[in-house]
């Protein structure tokens, strides 16, 4: 059994002036449902990976960032589309190859979640 009383406040004291404070400037909830999304596009393992890649590297095309995440091309292209859907990368066509890259918020989601294992090992 674990002690779920360690978890909560033994006495109700709220602090209403500083916590209405603090709700007062919360996103609204469609930018929280948005931001929710984005990292939900990271949860999955093979996404990170090829994120990180292009965080690396730049632009890629399906085809480099499969090779790069050592993934099926058309696992990587659905990796591709949940991370463009979460607002994660952007793609642009260059004659016959579709061209991927981190957005901002991409880069800046990518480079938080992976900041603590990279300075782990440097």
Known sequence: MTDE???TCDLLCLDLPHAEEIR????????IE????????LGDPT???????LLTGGELCVCDASWVVGA?????SHHLRQLKIGGLVSSRRDGR???YALTGRGRALVA???TED?????
């Not at 007062?24 to 469609?30: I, K």
């Not at 996404?47 to 890649?53: E, G, W, Y």
């Not at 099926?72 to 990587?76: C, R, S």
């Not at 990279?118 to 440097?122: D, K, N, Q, T, W």
């Open 97 to 99: 190859l579709v061209m």
């Open 112 to 114: 938080a979640v992976l």
């Open 24 to 31: 007062a400037g919360l996103p609204e909830l469609s930018a």
């Open 118 to 122: 990279r300075a782990s090992r440097g």
């Open 72 to 76: 099926a091309q058309n696992l990587t």
């Open 47 to 53: 996404r990170l990976r090829i994120a990180a890649a």
């Open 34 to 41: 948005e931001a929710a999304a984005a990292a939900r596009a």
């Open 5 to 7: 009383r360690g978890d």
